[in-house]
């Protein structure tokens, strides 16, 4: 994570780098959940401590914000070191991550071609039934 920081030109701070590290446990946090977990190696950070380097990291590309599929709920985040697809569960807004790398490299190179752009990332989010509510459904 530190290589990546200093890839787009970040320091390496323990703010930074604790954003980064509860974002890798691939848990899809909403900026609250963020900010609590963060907030218990870290008792002084502060919640706009948080939404600045957050948004910092989003700038640079390596983290995502997922919006909701609807207005109740919050937006989650994602850190974005290996690229991947996210599928969201339309019953209980479970997010899942799935690494086809070659797919993604596929579709960013044929919106570069309808674009005309260099597309730096591809956060494309594909939504279903989890395996958990469709037996829930089922019943």
Avoid at 19 to 28: A, G, Q, S, V, Y
Wanted: glycine residues 2%; charged residues 30%; positive net charge.
């Amino acid at each position: 994570m530190i290589e990546k920081l200093k890839e787009v030109g970040l320091k390496a701070t323990p703010q930074r780098l604790s954003i980064l590290r509860e974002l890798d446990k691939k848990n899809h946090p909403t900026i609250d959940d963020l900010y609590q977990n963060i907030k218990k190696d870290y008792p002084s950070i502060s919640l706009a401590t948080v939404y600045k380097n957050l948004n910092m990291l989003k700038d640079e590309g390596l983290v995502l914000e997922l919006t909701p599929l609807s207005a109740s709920e919050k937006s989650k985040y994602d850190i974005y070191i290996e690229p991947h697809i996210h599928v969201v569960c339309t019953h209980c807004n479970k997010i899942e991550d799935f690494y086809v790398n070659e797919a993604l490299e596929e579709c960013k190179s044929l919106l570069k071609k309808l674009t005309n752009k260099n597309i730096k990332n591809a956060n494309i989010i594909g939504t279903t039934l989890c395996d958990e509510c469709k037996i829930k459904l089922k019943k």
